[in-house]
């Protein structure tokens, strides 16, 4: 049996959002080849926050 890391294994987030938009975003990654889920979609958006964060000198959201 292969041990595992638990500090390198990725965590799983759980949140609430409207109907409407969790139906509008799953229908534009269906059409999006660079796109293949929903978990695919937050990884980019929070690389790009934390990216964003460290060009700004961690000053939240650029103010």
Known sequence: MVEENKSSRTRQV?????????????????????????????NKAADEYLKNQEENGGKGNGK
């Open 14 to 42: 759980q949140f609430r959002m409207d109907p409407d938009k969790v139906k509008r975003l799953l229908a534009a990654i269906a059409y999006d080849d660079d796109m293949h889920s929903m978990a695919d979609l937050f």
